[in-house]
């Protein structure tokens, strides 16, 4: 199961450091990890890995303790454009950027038993 969330006020950048730190892990481990995460993106991915978690318990009928991360895959968003008045009529930019996080979880057996 997967989980997506667009638009979040993070930049790409800040917010794959964090999800380095929960690739390839269990669920049950990335949410702990995430939880005492002191980091903006640490309550991100909590709540996003949480709801791939729940959505593979629930429509798939998958056990919690049984879910690893695969994959988390942090884009970029679009960009707000402001800017901030300088001396003699000019403008300095401020880039305000935005992420897109997508989460895919799967259970440990099902792929244990489709390599084989």
Known sequence: MKAIIRQIRITSK??????????GK????ALELLR???KKGGAILFKAIKSAASNAVENNKQKLEDLVVKEIVVTEG??????VPISRGRMH???KRNAH???????????ATKTK
């Open 101 to 111: 996080v997508t989460i895919k979880v799967e259970a440990i057996k099902a792929t």
């Open 93 to 95: 930019p401020i880039l």
């Open 14 to 23: 800040k917010l794959n450091l964090v999800a380095e730190l929960v690739r």
């Open 78 to 83: 679009t960009t707000f454009k402001r800017s």
């Open 26 to 29: 269990m669920v049950v481990e």
């Open 36 to 38: 005492f995460t002191p």
